[in-house]
């Protein structure tokens, strides 16, 4: 998939396993503490990550870029996440909106997801993000 605005940037749809719950976050309050929470789902469906290189962190570019393999790989969180993807499927692209009541919430609210992960394959072999 790739980011709807510019059709050039490769993305990363994270969804939950089913339904609309990524996780549970749990928490145990400290000794003396007075929060009240002791858990909150996160729901939403659709979580986009940018996919960049590693070494260099440099986004992959869909036109004109050499589509290579390596042993890693970064996916980085958009942040803002955007309001609509373009996906590919069978050769054939169509822009898809995020709507409101799918975008991510904790505690009732919406919430937001920061971070940038490093992927590699168990096997330690090369692969590529674009296969």
Same mark, same amino acid.
């Given at each position: 998939? *790739?980011?709807?605005?510019? &059709? &050039? ?5 994270? @969804?939950?396993?089913? /339904? ?5 976050? &749990?928490? $145990?309050?400290?000794?003396?503490? $007075?929060?009240? %929470? ?10 986009? #990550? *940018? %996919?960049?290189?590693?070494?260099? !962190?440099?986004?992959?570019?869909? =036109? /004109?870029? #050499? ?7 970064? @996916? *980085?969180?958009? +942040? ?11 050769? #054939? ?7 409101? *009541?799918? !975008?991510? =919430?904790?505690? /009732? ?5 920061? /971070? ?8 330690? &072999? +090369? ?5």
């Amino acid at each position: 998939m *790739e980011d709807a605005a510019t &059709k &050039k940037k490769l993305l990363v749809d994270f @969804l939950p396993a089913s /339904g609309k719950v990524f996780a549970t976050l &749990k928490f $145990t309050p400290e000794a003396g503490g $007075t929060c009240e %929470a002791t858990e909150s789902k996160v729901t939403g469906i659709d979580v986009l #990550a *940018e %996919a960049l290189t590693d070494p260099g !962190k440099e986004p992959i570019e869909l =036109e /004109g870029t #050499a589509r290579g393999e390596a042993k890693s790989w970064y @996916l *980085e969180v958009e +942040n803002p996440q955007p309001s609509a993807f373009w996906l590919v499927k069978e050769g #054939a692209g169509k822009e898809v909106k995020i709507g409101t *009541e799918e !975008k991510l =919430e904790a505690f /009732g609210v919406p919430a937001t997801l920061t /971070g940038l992960a490093l992927v590699t394959l168990v096997s330690g &072999k +090369n692969w590529s993000p674009l296969a």
